[in-house]
Structure formats: C-alpha cells, structure tokens
C-alpha cells in the first residue's frame, strides 16, 4: 500500500479537476468538516462514502489491563463512521486486483 493522501494532495487535486483554486477546495472542505459536525446527532450522509452516527453505548463491564481488576464503564455517546455498501464493493474490489 501506498502513502496516505494529504490535506494538501487532496486539494490540489480538487482543485485541478474543477479549475477551481485551492483556497476554495479548502473552504469548502472546512464548510463540509463543519456541516458534519453539526448534524452528526442526526446522521449525516457522505454520498457514496458513507454516514456519521452518534451512537448510544451502553454501560458495561470491563478490566484493567495493568492490573486485571474489574471495573464498570460507564454508559455514553460515540461517533461512529458507517462506511455506504458501494464504497465497500468498489474499495475491495479495486484492493482484491492488486
């Protein structure tokens, strides 16, 4: 596998295909990054990517690993990113060629 892209690469190459300049690429990822955030308690959907969901965990039992003690974790609120059926064929897909 390769490097991961950058926040950087990851512009540049919006912006090369939609002639746009990378400020605005920018811009509107921080606007999308910020959108995400907001209505994430009420899902928010990446078309073709997948969703956020803020998840209810429930309270539970657990152990120390330093000292293998029991201890009760208690109940709270995760995020949690579902990645959509299609991104999952097409990643897979691409990786099982390689």
């Given at each position: 596998m390769g490097k991961a892209m950058t926040k950087t690469q990851i512009a540049s190459h919006f912006a090369e295909k939609f002639e746009m300049k990378k400020k605005v690429v920018v811009q509107f990822f921080e606007?999308?990054?910020?959108?995400?955030?907001?209505?994430?308690?009420?899902?928010?959907?990446l078309p073709g990517v997948g969703k956020?969901?803020?998840?209810?965990?429930?309270?539970?039992?657990?152990?120390?690993p330093a000292t293998?003690?029991?201890?009760?974790?208690?109940?709270k609120k995760v995020v949690k990113?579902?990645?959509?059926?299609?991104?999952?064929?097409e990643i897979l897909k691409k990786f099982m060629k390689i």
């Amino acid at each position: 596998m390769g490097k991961a892209m950058t926040k950087t690469q990851i512009a540049s190459h919006f912006a090369e295909k939609f002639e746009m300049k990378k400020k605005v690429v920018v811009q509107f990822f921080e606007e999308l990054a910020n959108l995400a955030y907001k209505e994430a308690v009420n899902q928010f959907p990446l078309p073709g990517v997948g969703k956020l969901v803020l998840v209810d965990r429930k309270a539970r039992m657990g152990r120390n690993p330093a000292t293998g003690e029991t201890i009760q974790i208690p109940a709270k609120k995760v995020v949690k990113f579902k990645v959509a059926k299609v991104a999952k064929v097409e990643i897979l897909k691409k990786f099982m060629k390689i």
